[in-house]
Every structure is written in C-alpha cells, then in structure tokens.
C-alpha cells in the first residue's frame, strides 16, 4: 500500500490505515480521557507542592468554591456554556477534517454582533431574543466563512488563516467597542447594555444559555451521526476523494462545516452577552478558542461528550480565582493542568501506557496543509 | 510567487527606498530599521518552519517554541545575572521545544498539526504560571557596529550597526540555502520531505533525518525567542511573542519554502508595518491604532489567497512516514 502517492490523495489527507474504523476511536473512548485528566492532575499537584502549599487543601479549594454553593454552581454552568460550543465548534470541524483554531474569533465576533442587536432595538421578546442570539451565530458563521472559502477555493491552510482571524477579530472588536458601537458618555470600551427584551433568563440556579449549549450538544450528536449531511461531514473529513465520487460537493460542504462551526463558537459568544455579561466589553470573552480545542480532543471529538470535557474545565476556571484568593496559587496552575491534559491525550503515552499489548496507531485528525 | 515578480518588487521597493531617502534620510533609515527589528524574529523563525518543512513535518508549534524560549531566556539571564547565560537558556529552550515536536510528531507519528497546537497551548500555560513580575536584565546587548560597512549611507545604520541576532537573522537564510540546495544533507532532507520512500529505498534513515531536523531547527526558534526578550525589548511579558511563529508560516509559504524568498518576504512584512507605523507616528493619515495591529494578519491572508495553489509544498509534508 502506498500512501506516499500525492496523486491519491486530495487536499492533502492521507489514511495511513485503511482498517481504520473511525477518526479517534482505536482505543475506548472513555478511559483514556480519565486516566489523562487524573495524571494531569497529578503533575499539577507536584507543580501546587512545589510552592509549598498541600495540593489536597488546593484541588478541595479549587472545586468545593466552585460546586459548594448555588451561586457556584450557576457560575459553573455560565463558564461552560461557551466551553461547550466552543469545543463543538472545533468538533464539527475535526469530523469534517478541519482544523478550526479560530474559536476564539468566531465567539467574539458572535458576542460583539449580538451585542449590539441586542442594544440597537426595540423589539417583544419573543423577536428580539431569537433575532439577537441568530445574529451572533451569523456574525461568527461569516467569520469562519472567510477561512473555510479560502481552504474550499484557494487551497488556504484553514489552520493559518483562523489563527490570523483571531487576531484581527480582537482588534476589529476592540475598535468596534472604543469607537462606532461605544457606549455615549463612558471612559470605558464598551457598548450600552442590551436591552431587556433580549435577555436570556436564568430559571432557579440555571441559565437558560446553559440548556441552550446542552440541546445543541444533544442535537449535534444526532446530526453527526444520524443524518445526511452529518454524514457528508464524517466523509469528506475521512476520505475526501471516496466523497468526491460519492457525489459530495467537497468545496460546498467545507464551506458549511466551517460556517456550521463558526456558528456555533458565535453562539457561545452570543449567550456570553445576553446571558451572563449584558453588554459587550473586550476585557470579556478572553482565551476561551483554546479550551475548545482542549475540549474537542478530550471528548474525541464525540459532541455529547463535550458536555462533561466543558463543565471539568468550566469548574476548573470558576475555582481558579479562590485558589489564589485562598492558598495564593496562580490561576494559571489550571492552564498547566488543561494543557498536560491535552498532552496526555493526544500524545499516545498514556495510550502506552493503559494498552501496552495492543499496536496503536495515531490517528491523523487534521488534513495537513490542504494544498 | 514567481521569482520574475519577486524581482521585480524588490527592484521597485529598492527604487522607491532611494527615492525617500533622497527625501528624508532620518526617516527612512528610522523606518528601514524598523523594519528590521520586526523581521528579525520572522526570518529565524520562517526557517525553523522551512527545515522542519522541507524534512516533511508541520511545525504549527514555532510559536510556543518561541514563547517558551523568550520566557526562558529572558528569566535565565535576570536570575543568573548574565545575560550570555540566559541567551544560551533560551537557546537551549528553543532545542529541548523542537526535540518534543520531533517526538510527538515523528517517534509517535502524532497528528503533526495537533502535536504543534500541543506544543502552543503548552508554552501559554506553563509562561504564564511561572511568570514573575518585576524582574528586569543586568544589561543591554551590545550593538556591533562593523567597521567600513557601517560607513555606508544607508545600508551602513540598518544592516550593520545590530546586535548579534539581527547578524544571524541575516546569515541565517544565506547559511541555510546552500545547505538544503548545495549538500548532501540539503539533497537527503528534500527528499525525505518530497519523496520518503524513494528515500528510504536509497538508504537514508527517514525517521533520523526528520528526527534531528526538527530537533535542530528548534535553536533557531530558541533564537527568535531569546531576541524578543533579550535584543529587541528587554522585557518579556505573557503571551509575549503575538502571533509571529504563524505569520513566518506565512512568510515560508510566500518565500515558496526557499530560505532566500523568505528572507525577501519577512523583508516585505517589515516594511509594510514599518511604513504603517511611521505613519501613523506622523499623523499623516488618521488610522485607529486597531487598523494598524491588525496589518499584518490582514496582510497573511491577502497574500496566501493570492499566492495559493501557484506554490507547491514538499509533497511529504504533514504525513507521518510508515515503511510500505
């Protein structure tokens, strides 16, 4: 078998193992995620005692603030709302074999669209709500389109040109926050507050933008693997060229996907605005695109396991801050913790290490430089 | 791009550069120096992507390698006190980064692309956790002027009145081109990038060759890091490298992952920031200062839409070599 033949393949993908089931899923999906969070945790415990401080009393300080009390819990749901979508955006993109690093972007271009279609009209709610959350899923889907238009037609590295979109989205919201949508009268960047009427509820200790991210979880898990265009997605992500002859529109469905994943991390933004901050302020939204890639590859790329990859980093991020409050740590400890995580999941050492017998192979979930 | 209009630019904007100094001579040469400074670090790291590149492996990481490197660098030479220490830690960092991708991405056959974003998310946590504020260098890195050439208008203050890494960066490319086009290693490294199985078939090790590639290449990202925070500012703060290790992924593409044609685009990347900045400095044209930080990504995009699809990769990159 030659899989060195440049002529076989098509925007660059490669399938080193043709009995190869399925993208990331040679080994049981659940116990290679455990076993990575856990030794991460480990590393992060001897990084907590090396300044001295016992990393049981950090690690009970890191969760009990944040899953002790109601308004833990709420906070807990509202910081993994936007981890959900963000690692489904960076899901959908991975089945579809793309690489989306352009989460961040997409959310905050999605935060600031809603943002102000949530200020600039007077509209019912049962208009204004649905209009403003649709807007910031649009704004983020046109911003993803950029790349996923140029990976379909110029044969652009989406991997390059998310990166570079994400940087021109924190200035071009910090522009658009400082000058044409700034709130009159105010020294801060940021825009006036969004109306009422496009408010998401919060019912009891649970926002309704937290229901939202679960239903869209659940929803893609159907999507992806029970319907035809969810189909179109897995094929063109495993085998380009079989899709092509299949009579899929290679360049049409890279487009959607990327716009289908832009949508989503724009409506994590867009939750972020009228759910939990009220208006839009550049200081907000920061570093959550990375965490979605943490997120996607911790869940395999499997959307309902999204949810529980989301809400361990979303609980981890809400009880960073009272462990440095309580045992100065740096916050940042949680940064180390996630990205030896991701490590340890991806790379096959724990993988070693549980299946010593067995010939793994890596799995390639990206397609390389799509020329 | 094609070479005719690679030329072609360089004459024009070479034309243009005596026709403003003929104009302003402080300006010019405060721009062109600029612009230097801001293509230091792009050329070094261009080349890291271009060996690992040309060797058949995505180096997506270039980025955290150089973060990593700065970070080390910088707190290297405050703590110890020595700035030479310290440039040899970043250094050293920048070797130790690129023998982790050469493991993930070559021993473990690791997604090269997640291997790299591995490497990134991990210099973003780990800098930031032991970042310590406060701390400052025991010194400033000489400026060597070399005699003769610096007399020279023009191109004696900007190209010969540098620290060291800005003599590097030049070499760097100059160095590099003969070995990858000229030697027997340039000869076997594109052909293992090209072509691994002719390769292997004609005896060189794939996996060795890739293997220390990458891992050398990281001193160049070790490089490109310790000259942010040594040379260039003397500072280094989180999240400090911004984005460069991806735009001189770009900047290997346009130089059609040709050690010289890079060298000609991190050129061109400098001088449209410089002249931006220079600008804007001067009040010549009222651009919000967003506009102005966004240029260079801007500029990445517009030129890989264009310059797409007429350049071709080494045909082996991004796949993990596995013997027939």
């Given at each position: 078998m030659s899989t060195?033949d440049?002529?076989?393949?098509?925007?660059g993908?490669t399938?080193?193992?043709?009995?190869?089931?399925?993208p990331?899923?040679?080994?049981?999906?659940?116990?290679?995620?455990?076993?990575?969070?856990l030794l991460a945790?480990?590393?992060?415990a001897?990084l907590i005692?090396?300044?001295?401080?016992?990393?049981?009393r950090?690690y009970a300080?890191?969760?009990s603030n944040?899953l002790?009390?109601?308004?833990g819990?709420?906070?807990?749901?509202?910081?993994?709302?936007?981890l959900?979508?963000?690692?489904?955006?960076v899901t959908v993109g991975l089945?579809?074999g793309?690489?989306n690093i352009?989460?961040?972007?997409?959310?905050l271009?999605?935060?600031?669209?809603?943002?102000w279609a949530?200020?600039h009209?007077?509209?019912p709610?049962i208009?204004?709500?649905p209009?403003?959350?649709?807007?910031g899923?649009?704004?983020?889907a046109a911003?993803a389109?950029?790349?996923?238009?140029l990976?379909a037609?110029?044969?652009?590295?989406?991997v390059?040109?998310t990166i570079?979109?994400?940087?021109?989205?924190?200035?071009?919201v910090?522009?658009?926050?400082?000058?044409p949508l700034?709130?009159?009268?105010?020294p801060l960047?940021r825009?006036?507050?969004?109306?009422e009427?496009?408010?998401?509820?919060?019912?009891?200790i649970?926002?309704s933008?937290?229901?939202?991210?679960?239903?869209?979880a659940?929803?893609?898990g159907?999507?992806?693997t029970?319907t035809?265009?969810?189909f179109?997605?897995?094929?063109?992500?495993?085998n380009p060229?079989?899709?092509?002859?299949?009579?899929?529109s290679?360049k049409g469905?890279?487009?959607?996907?990327?716009?289908v994943s832009?949508?989503l991390?724009g409506l994590g933004g867009a939750?972020?605005?009228?759910?939990?901050?009220?208006?839009?302020?550049p200081?907000?939204n920061?570093g959550?695109?990375?965490?979605?890639?943490?997120?996607a590859?911790l869940?395999?790329?499997?959307?309902?396991?999204t949810?529980?990859?989301?809400?361990?980093?979303?609980?981890?991020r809400?009880?960073a801050?009272?462990?440095q409050?309580?045992?100065?740590?740096?916050p940042?400890?949680?940064?180390?913790i996630?990205?030896?995580?991701?490590?340890?999941?991806?790379?096959?050492?724990?993988?070693r290490?549980?299946?010593?017998?067995?010939?793994?192979?890596?799995?390639?979930?990206t397609?390389g430089?799509?020329? | 791009?094609?070479?005719r209009?690679?030329?072609a630019?360089?004459?024009?904007?070479?034309?243009a550069?005596?026709?403003?100094y003929?104009?302003d001579?402080?300006r010019?040469?405060?721009v062109l120096a600029?612009s230097?400074?801001?293509?230091?670090?792009?050329?070094?790291?261009a080349m890291?992507g271009?060996i690992?590149?040309?060797s058949?492996?995505i180096?997506?990481?270039?980025e955290g390698?150089?973060?990593?490197?700065?970070?080390?660098?910088?707190?290297?030479?405050a703590?110890?006190g020595n700035?030479?220490l310290g440039t040899?830690?970043?250094v050293g960092t920048?070797?130790i980064?690129?023998?982790f991708?050469?493991v993930?991405?070559?021993?473990?056959?690791m997604?090269?692309?997640?291997?790299?974003?591995?490497i990134?998310?991990l210099?973003?946590?780990?800098?930031?956790?032991?970042y310590a504020?406060?701390?400052?260098?025991?010194g400033?890195t000489p400026?060597?002027?070399i005699?003769?050439l610096?007399?020279?208008?023009?191109?004696?203050?900007v190209l010969?009145?540098n620290?060291?890494f800005?003599?590097?960066?030049?070499i760097?490319?100059?160095?590099?081109?003969v070995?990858?086009f000229?030697t027997?290693?340039?000869?076997?490294t594109?052909?293992?990038?090209e072509?691994?199985?002719?390769?292997?078939?004609?005896?060189?090790?794939?996996?060795?060759l890739?293997?220390?590639?990458?891992?050398?290449?990281g001193?160049l990202?070790?490089?490109?890091g310790?000259y942010?925070?040594?040379?260039?500012t003397?500072?280094f703060?989180?999240g400090?490298?911004?984005g460069?290790?991806?735009?001189?992924?770009?900047?290997?593409?346009?130089?059609?992952?040709?050690?010289?044609?890079?060298?000609?685009?991190?050129?061109?990347?400098?001088?449209?920031?410089?002249l931006?900045?220079q600008?804007?400095?001067?009040?010549?044209?009222?651009?919000p200062?967003?506009?102005?930080?966004?240029?260079?990504?801007?500029?990445t995009?517009?030129l890989?839409?264009?310059?797409?699809?007429?350049?071709?990769?080494?045909?082996?990159?991004?796949?993990?070599y596995?013997?027939?």
């Open positions: 060195m440049p002529s076989r393949t098509d925007l993908f399938d080193p193992d043709p009995r190869r089931s399925g990331l899923d040679r080994i049981p999906s659940i116990v290679l995620p455990i076993v990575s969070v945790f480990a590393v992060g001897i005692w090396l300044q001295g401080v016992s990393p049981l950090a300080v890191l969760f944040a002790g009390t109601p308004e819990l709420l906070r807990v749901m509202e910081k993994s709302t936007p959900i979508l963000t690692g489904l955006a089945r579809a793309l690489f352009g989460a961040q972007g997409q959310l271009v999605g935060a600031i669209g809603a943002a949530g200020y009209f007077q509209l709610v208009v204004h709500l209009f403003a959350i649709l807007f899923m649009l704004c983020g911003w389109s950029i790349a996923g238009v990976r037609y110029r044969s652009v590295s989406e390059i040109t570079m979109l994400n940087a021109i989205a924190i200035a071009l910090d522009y658009l926050a400082s000058q700034k709130e009159e009268g105010q960047t825009t006036p507050a969004i109306a009427t496009a408010t998401l509820p919060v019912f009891g649970v926002p933008g937290f229901l939202l991210a679960i239903a869209v659940v929803f893609f159907w999507f992806l029970r035809t265009q969810g179109r997605f897995n094929t063109i992500g495993l060229t079989a899709a092509r002859y299949a009579g899929i290679v469905t890279i487009v959607l996907a990327m716009a832009g949508a991390a939750i972020e605005t009228l759910g939990v901050t009220g208006r839009f302020e200081a907000f920061a959550l695109g990375f965490d979605g890639i943490t997120i590859l869940a395999r790329a499997n959307p309902i396991a949810i529980p990859a989301a809400l361990l980093i979303g609980t981890m809400t009880g801050a009272a462990l409050f309580q045992t100065g740590i740096e940042e400890v949680v940064d180390v996630l990205a030896i995580t991701l490590l340890f999941v991806s790379a096959p050492i724990v993988a290490l549980l299946f010593r017998n067995r010939n793994i192979k890596q799995t390639t979930v397609s430089w799509g020329s | 791009m094609r070479a209009y690679a030329y630019l360089a004459i024009i904007i070479g034309i550069i005596l026709v403003f003929a104009m001579q402080v010019t040469v405060s600029f230097l400074r801001y293509a230091v670090p792009l050329i070094l790291a890291v271009i690992c590149e040309r058949g492996v180096n997506i990481g270039i390698q150089m973060l990593m490197s700065a970070f080390a660098g910088f707190f290297g030479a703590v110890t700035l030479i040899l830690i970043g920048g070797m980064m690129g023998a991708l050469a993930g991405a070559v021993t473990w056959k997604d090269q692309i997640i291997a790299g974003t591995v990134n998310i210099a973003v946590g780990l800098t930031s956790f032991f504020q406060g701390q400052v260098l025991p400033n400026i060597v002027a005699p003769v610096s007399d020279i208008p023009l191109v004696g203050p010969f009145e620290g060291l800005t003599y590097a960066a030049l760097v490319p100059l160095v590099l081109w070995l990858l000229k027997r290693w340039g000869l076997r594109r052909a293992v990038g072509k691994p199985s002719a390769a292997d078939t004609s005896g060189v090790g794939v996996q060795g890739r293997f220390w590639n990458v891992t050398v290449a001193i990202a070790g490089m490109a310790a942010l925070a040594i040379e260039a003397g500072t703060e989180r400090f490298t911004a460069r290790g991806f735009t001189a992924l770009a900047i290997m593409i346009f130089g059609a992952w040709n050690p010289i044609g890079a060298l000609g685009a991190a050129f061109f990347f400098g001088l449209t920031q410089g931006a900045s600008l804007q400095a001067d009040e010549v044209v009222a651009i200062q967003q506009f102005i930080n966004m240029l260079p990504y801007v500029l995009i517009l890989l839409a264009i310059v797409s699809g007429r350049i071709k990769p080494p045909a082996a990159v991004g796949k993990p596995e013997k027939d």
